[in-house]
């Protein structure tokens, strides 16, 4: 198993799709973007996430 590969991203184009679904009338630069890394890096569960799809993945292995 390769230990340093990467599980899930965000990207820009994520920051721009929830902008315009939600019709958020914001426009970002690219210096904005440093600040929003930092920002949702600090809201996002990442521990709790991580638990939960760990007990999901469980589950199913139950079912089998």
Do not use: C, P
């Not at 210096?31 to 589950?59: C, P, Y």
């Amino acid at each position: 198993m390769d230990k340093d590969k990467i599980i899930y991203q965000l990207s820009v184009k994520d920051i721009l799709t929830v902008i315009e679904d939600n019709e958020l009338k914001i426009k970002i630069n690219e210096s904005d973007t440093h600040l929003l890394e930092d920002r949702i890096g600090n809201f996002i569960d990442w521990r709790g996430a991580i638990e939960f799809a760990l007990m999901e993945l469980g589950n199913s292995r139950k079912k089998q």
